[in-house]
């Protein structure tokens, strides 16, 4: 879920995954419908429905739901989440490099 999506559940009070799930709806309909009637490019298009959401958002949102759902909630991790969370960012690196020439893609290490 996109970190600007939440903003509907805090509002209205309801399930974030169905906020989520609406404003991910409506943003693909604005998308469609911005690739359709004009000659925006797909990243223009999502550029713009991005940053529009995130600043609804965040004028929607209270203060403290606004810190949450940007930053999610700052809690200690134990040792075992930690070397999860390394273990998963290095497949997902590895497994990235192998699959960029099929792809086109490219990683960039600075």
């Given at each position: 879920?996109?970190?600007?999506?939440?903003?509907?559940s805090f509002l209205w009070?309801?399930?974030?995954?169905?906020?989520?799930?609406?404003?991910?709806?409506?943003?693909?309909?604005?998308?469609?419908?911005?690739?359709?009637n004009d000659?925006?490019?797909?990243?223009?298009?999502i550029g713009v429905v991005?940053?529009?959401?995130?600043?609804?958002?965040?004028?929607?949102t209270p203060k403290e739901d606004l810190v949450d759902a940007f930053f999610g909630k700052f809690e200690p991790i134990s040792g075992f989440t930690f070397v999860i969370g390394v273990l998963t960012v290095c497949?997902?690196?590895l497994l990235h490099l192998s699959i960029q020439e099929r792809f086109d893609l490219k990683l960039v290490f600075a």
């Open positions: 879920m996109s970190h600007c999506r939440p903003w509907l009070h309801f399930n974030p995954l169905l906020g989520g799930g609406a404003t991910l709806f409506i943003g693909t309909l604005l998308i469609w419908e911005l690739q359709k000659s925006f490019s797909t990243e223009v298009s991005f940053a529009g959401s995130v600043a609804i958002g965040a004028a929607l497949t997902d690196c």
